[in-house]
């Protein structure tokens, strides 16, 4: 059976990442989550004093970064590595995603990043979700997919997850921290969010998880039946 790359992009917290690794799991591919790389980036960055301004110091930080997806087989689920550490807990935490949009729109950043995405995704079978799967990283995915969510829901579903991890956050904050995010990532100059011209969008503000993950499944096996 031919395998295929689904593209999940979609803006943040509209249930991404836990979608697209269902439907990884279910089609036994391997899932990648592009956003998980911007934020390891991000953490080194802020680790180590990067001065974004500073092209050389960007360059010189992207060739001392090693990102990598570690599977936990007593989870069942990846966690991200940054240069042999698991940083899956850190990278989710506020002060990284305060600062995230900006460094995933320098150009330097997001070309590593491409490189490396299309290098994880050539023997095809993989699900990866972010903002320029299916626009920019592989633009002839057989399946591409915009996720969509009112502003609500996805204040509530990030709230809920940081409360999950004993982070403390109000409403409002995490109502201010997405706008700002969307802002950037949809006006920033390089590869910035937008709807591939052949996705599918996906409205998942009042449907449930699993009608997220049929919607998207009957679509993959009709992809792939229909490129055998
Ligand atoms: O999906 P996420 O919220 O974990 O992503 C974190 C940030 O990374 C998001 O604000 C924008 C950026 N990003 C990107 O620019 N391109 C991608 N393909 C994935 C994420």
Avoid: W
């Amino acid at each position: 059976m031919k395998k295929i790359i689904v593209a999940i992009d979609g803006y943040s917290a509209c249930g991404k990442s836990t979608t697209a690794k269902a439907v990884a799991r279910q089609l036994a591919y391997s899932y990648v989550d592009s956003g998980a790389m911007y934020r390891a980036t991000t953490l080194f960055f802020l680790q180590n004093q990067i001065n974004i301004a500073e092209v050389k110091q960007v360059d010189n930080a992207l060739k001392a970064i090693h990102i990598e997806f570690v599977f936990d087989e007593k989870e069942q689920v990846s966690h991200t590595h940054l240069n042999g550490l698991n940083v899956e807990q850190e990278i989710r935490k506020m002060y990284v995603s305060d600062k995230v949009s900006e460094v995933s729109a320098l150009p330097q950043v997001r070309n590593a990043m491409r490189y490396n995405q299309q290098k994880l995704g050539s023997l095809r079978g993989i699900v990866m979700d972010g903002r320029d799967i299916g626009t920019v990283v592989f633009p002839d995915a057989e399946l591409k997919i915009f996720m969509i969510a009112s502003m609500e829901v996805r204040v509530q579903r990030r709230l809920l997850e940081l409360q999950q991890k004993n982070e403390q956050a109000t409403a409002a904050q995490i109502q201010e921290n997405l706008l700002h995010r969307d802002h950037l990532d949809t006006h920033r100059s390089e590869n910035p969010l937008r709807k591939a011209s052949d996705a599918f969008e996906l409205d998942t503000s009042h449907i449930s998880f699993d009608e997220q993950v049929d919607f998207i499944l009957k679509l993959a096996h009709q992809k792939i039946y229909a490129t055998v």
